[in-house]
């Protein structure tokens, strides 16, 4: 597990940080309309990417079904806007899809981390949410309710979102700007707030639940507990990415399915576990490789990403920034 | 000092068609330096489990200072006052030598106090100090606990259970691994931790047995064989006979 | 009562795939602790043999034989390749399982393209029994099914090598102490496993269409079934799959099936709070 938050020294850290931001500060000053959306879009997934690493890579929860909460937030912010319609209902929208998330989570990690479910058999479980969900998701029965493989779609999308009467903006057609600015600060804001946890001493418990879970046992600390409050964290996290991504993409049950919640787990593998940059970094990089790659080998391409994976977890399991911990030791040494 | 330590009546244990412990009684007197010895096999480890509620007994109790804690889990027989040090060095490998003290120390915070937390007071500092002190490894309270060697992981292990200030530590073969030279350091740790705690050892190395014991339990088959001072075991007969008979040790 | 027969009927028709599909990854977690998420592959995989061959030499049969075969060697060589190399880290595992899985749809996809393939049942026509008339096929795969898992339940506990592979599920360490080889009895079990759902990929593909991702909704499955029964015996997977089938099978009939489903999946998780590893686990 390499930690990059503290990489290179205390001065090159905080240049690092100011040239990032000022990057995605002036983004969409200069790129297109196509690449804002598309790094709106990226930046929500990022986020929750980052959120599943608190459980994964921190915790070693390793989560199949996270991207079902993502959807949870997606959908309740949806459903929210398609049946009420007074200024501010986007806030009500989401805060109920982070408070379903987090009570889900609650229940479903009562009972999983108080039966000892933890390491595949956890993995298998989440796995087996993300079918309920699809095929809830996609049920012909709910269809006039939640619009079935086609998602939400309509009018009511339209609603404006923002702060009445001060800032308002409206879904992705209208508005690109607004849209990257709101997905950036919230990004930030979950950033800090990870990384604050992370430095905390909770944060340490983790990981040494992580690294040795029996020893804390026998310490008096209450594992199951700990575990319970990580994962409603992560979920209500993963339900803010989707409730913000409402505005840029259409709210569907493919974030239920098999597919898209092996994604997120992809990009933080390449990016690198444990890390929390690691995984945004990841999103990035594997999204924008999706798409380059789609584009030159228009058949070949799901193969290739296939491929790639299997080789960056067999001989890069670190990701990303985890080679550069393996350079940094290489060099030293051959010095 | 009148009521024990901990007690163990009548207690048995059956794996699969295997009686590993059988009906085994057993008192502890508070502050006492307790060794338990026995041929492999005996029942020692396993007795270990039943205590800090990692298994659960068939039939009889387990108690400790008066409560009852036969059936309680492993966290919250650890919260009643009992820590364990394992036979395997068990210790938070990522983590640095500091931060596994500190995490010793907090066991019985809630939650939200770890997360939002105030900068540690000085007290709790000197104290992890004094600990490192006492194990041998003042100054490198930054390096990687994976970096240590096996003698100072189990050290450390002590220094953890020690931060956590219990009121009675389980030691599994605390010099399994050692060095003649580092198992004498280990004695001299524990005569000094068991001036502030009960203290019960399993060991098998017979110098270390002869500098630290004060009171001996043999144990055979699950149940208790002798029990006496070092130098009573010693000219046991019975008891020489189920170490050469059985080959163990 | 017709109905409900026949529904019966069809929950016992899956109960004999799902157990088919569910003890080779059971046995994969006992032995090595590891879930093979590429195992839905290996039913795709003996569905579009079994199709080829009834395509090349117009024999169902052949192509069942085929595809046990070809799809058993296959796993040994993905075995000794992907399995062995991340041979202690568990987690990995399962993420490079996911990428084979991946892989193999897609090259399926390249090969076979993208259309649904459909194969003739070899046993046609129905069944007059009890009043009802039921697929022939259907009947067929049920015996055959049964057969099968009969057949390896034998293997479990009548065999040396069944003994050892029990042993090692038991206790790996000891296992391995008393000279037991483990290596070998895992690359056998992974492809008996492997040859287990090829078999069910062949029997199916006369009943569902073949294609590229059909694996998946089988694989899903039968996670639920090693959840719900276990993997600590054989008795696991085909306890679970009673359960799971059955308990689809029949809320289906009274319900639909995201209902059915939601409340299997909430059976899951009581049986997972009550009986962590299963219900026919022994710890």
Same mark, same amino acid.
């Given at each position: ?60 929860? /390793?989560?199949? #079904? ?10 309740? *912010?949806? +459903? &929210?806007?398609?049946? =009420? %319609? ?25 009972? /999983?981390?108080? #039966? ?10 989440? *796995?087996? +949410? &993300?079918?309920?969900? =699809? %095929? ?28 009445? #009467? ?10 690109? *700007? ?158 | ?249 | ?283």
């Amino acid at each position: 597990m390499v930690d990059p938050l503290t990489w290179g020294t205390k001065r090159t850290r905080r240049i690092l940080v100011v040239v990032i931001l000022l990057a995605m500060g002036v983004f969409p000053l200069v790129g297109d309309d196509y690449n804002i959306v598309l790094v709106s879009r990226i930046i929500c997934l990022s986020i929750l990417a980052i959120s599943l690493d608190l459980l994964w890579g921190y915790t070693g929860l /390793l989560s199949f #079904g996270h991207g079902v909460f993502f959807g949870i937030g997606s959908y309740s *912010l949806g +459903l &929210t806007l398609k049946y =009420f %319609s007074f200024p501010g209902v986007a806030y009500i929208g989401v805060l109920i899809g982070i408070s379903v998330s987090i009570i889900a989570a609650t229940i479903l990690g009562y009972f /999983l981390f108080y #039966g000892r479910i933890s390491g595949v058999y956890f993995c298998i479980i989440t *796995l087996a +949410l &993300t079918t309920i969900f =699809f %095929s809830v998701g996609n049920h012909p029965g709910l269809f006039h309710i939640l619009g079935g493989n086609n998602g939400l779609v309509g009018p009511f999308l339209y609603h404006k979102f923002g702060i009445p #009467g001060v800032w308002e903006y409206q879904r992705t057609m209208v508005s690109y *700007l607004a849209n990257y600015y709101t997905a950036l600060v919230v990004f930030l804001m979950v950033f800090a707030f990870c990384y604050y946890l992370v430095k905390s001493p909770f944060g340490k418990i983790l990981q040494a639940l992580k690294n040795n879970e029996d020893r804390l046992e026998y310490l008096g600390y209450n594992v199951a507990n700990f575990k319970i409050v990580i994962f409603a964290i992560a979920c209500g996290l993963a339900a803010l990415s989707g409730a913000i991504s409402v505005p840029l993409q259409t709210t569907n049950p493919v974030v239920f399915g098999l597919s898209f919640n092996a994604s997120i787990i992809i990009w933080i593998a390449v990016g690198g576990r444990g890390t929390l940059l690691g995984p945004a970094i990841g999103t990035l990089l594997v999204n924008y490789m999706e798409i380059w790659l789609s584009s030159e080998f228009q058949y070949l391409w799901v193969f290739l990403m296939g491929v790639f994976f299997i080789l960056v977890i067999v001989f890069q399991p670190d990701g990303l920034l985890g080679l550069n911990l393996r350079l940094r030791k290489l060099v030293r040494s051959n010095a | 000092m009148a009521s024990p330590a901990i007690e163990l009546k009548n207690l048995s244990k059956r794996f699969g068609g295997l009686q590993v412990i059988d009906h085994l009684d057993l008192t502890i007197k508070p502050g006492e330096l307790r060794c338990i010895i026995g041929p492999n096999g005996a029942g020692k480890t396993t007795l270990f489990d039943l205590i800090t509620g990692r298994i659960k007994p068939d039939e009889g109790q387990v108690i400790f200072e008066g409560r009852d804690i036969t059936y309680l889990k492993p966290y919250n027989v650890s919260r009643a006052g009992i820590v364990r040090k394992f036979q395997i060095p068990s210790v938070f490998d990522e983590l640095t030598i500091l931060e596994n003290l500190h995490i010793a120390a907090h066991g019985q915070q809630g939650i939200g106090s770890l997360i939002f937390y105030r900068r540690t007071e000085t007290s709790a500092l000197d104290r992890v100090n004094e600990i490192m002190e006492v194990i041998h490894l003042s100054g490198r309270g930054d390096e990687l606990v994976k970096t240590l060697s096996h003698g100072e992981k189990q050290w450390l292990e002590i220094g953890m259970v020690l931060s956590y200030k219990p009121r009675l530590i389980l030691l599994d073969e605390p010099t399994a691994g050692m060095s003649a030279h580092d198992t004498m350091e280990t004695s001299h740790i524990i005569r000094e931790i068991s001036r502030s705690m009960t203290a019960v050892v399993i060991e098998h190395d017979i110098k270390f047995l002869k500098e630290l014991a004060e009171y001996v339990t043999v144990l055979d088959r699950g149940a208790v064989l002798a029990e006496g001072t070092f130098q009573e075991i010693e000219a046991n007969s019975l008891v020489r006979d189920v170490y050469l008979g059985r080959g163990g040790q | 009562m017709d109905e409900l027969l026949i529904q019966l009927l069809n929950s016992l028709s899956f109960i004999a795939i799902f157990g088919l599909i569910g003890v080779g990854l059971a046995v994969l977690l006992g032995l090595m602790g590891v879930i093979n998420l590429a195992h839905g592959e290996f039913v795709m995989l003996g569905a579009y043999v079994t199709w080829w061959s009834n395509m090349a030499f117009h024999n169902y049969w052949i192509g069942l034989i085929l595809a046990v075969i070809s799809v058993g060697l296959f796993s040994l060589i993905i075995e000794r390749g992907l399995i062995r190399a991340l041979y202690d880290r568990p987690m990995e595992t399962i993420l490079a399982t996911w990428g084979l899985g991946i892989v193999l749809r897609e090259i399926a996809k390249l090969i076979f393209g993208k259309s649904y393939r459909i194969v003739e049942a070899p046993v046609p026509g129905f069944v007059s029994f009890w009043g009802i008339e039921y697929s022939a096929y259907r009947l067929f795969l049920i015996v055959t099914g049964t057969i099968v898992l009969f057949g390896v339940v034998v293997f479990f506990l009548k065999t040396n090598y069944g003994l050892k592979a029990r042993a090692i599920i038991f206790n790996k360490e000891m296992a391995s102490a008393l000279g037991v080889d483990t290596d070998r009895i895992n690359q056998v079990m992974f492809a008996m496993g492997a040859s287990l759902a090829a078999l069910a990929g062949a029997l199916i593909c006369p009943i569902y269409v073949t294609y590229a991702d059909m694996g998946m909704p089988w694989l899903v499955g039968s996670f639920f079934v090693v959840v719900i029964g276990g993997v600590d015996s054989i008795w696991g997977p085909l306890g679970g799959s009673v359960v799971y089938g059955g308990s689809q099978g029949i809320t289906e009939f009274f319900m639909s099936t995201v209902a059915s489903q939601i409340i299997v999946l909430l059976i899951a998780i009581v049986v997972v709070r009550l009986r962590p590893f299963g219900l026919f686990a022994k710890r």
